[in-house]
């Protein structure tokens, strides 16, 4: 069965860190290209960042660019987001997500999240004082 598993969301301050984890299973992880998004209260699905499958190729949107990073461990089918400097409009629900393709195939990192086939349940990242 494939799964993502996402943790680490909570309530922190503006200014504030936090780390998302993203426990993956099911599939052979170190193929594909994994990357988070979120949604806000009331608005739509955003892209926040991806990484290629051997961590080669990292990118971010803009929004997040500076402040975020995102990583993986292979070994461990696990997926990190830290970010820092978080600022009440980054509060969302985050998902980790699959590529659709394996990376091989693909060669890149898809920025649209209509080009990733598996999403997690979310975890909740609220941003205030």
């Known amino acids: 069965q494939l799964q993502l598993e996402e943790s680490g969301g909570g309530l922190v301050q503006p200014g504030g860190s936090l780390r998302l984890s993203c426990v993956a299973s099911?599939?052979?992880?170190?193929?594909?290209?994994m990357s988070w998004a979120r949604q806000a209260p009331g608005k739509g699905l955003e892209w926040v960042g991806g990484?290629?499958?051997?961590?080669?190729?990292?990118y971010y949107a803009d929004p997040v660019k500076g402040r975020f990073t995102i990583s993986r461990d292979n070994a461990k089918n696990t997926l990190y987001l830290d970010m820092t400097n978080l600022r009440p409009e980054d509060t969302a629900l985050y998902y980790c997500?699959?590529?659709?393709?394996?990376?091989?195939?693909?060669?890149?990192?898809?920025?649209?999240?209509?080009?990733?086939?598996?999403w997690g349940q979310g975890t909740q990242v609220t941003v205030s004082f």
């Open positions: 997500i699959k590529d659709r393709q394996e990376a091989q195939e693909r060669g890149w990192v898809p920025l649209s999240v209509y080009e990733y086939d598996l």
């Open positions: 099911g599939f052979t992880f170190s193929k594909y290209v």
């Open positions: 990484i290629y499958s051997d961590s080669s190729d990292i």
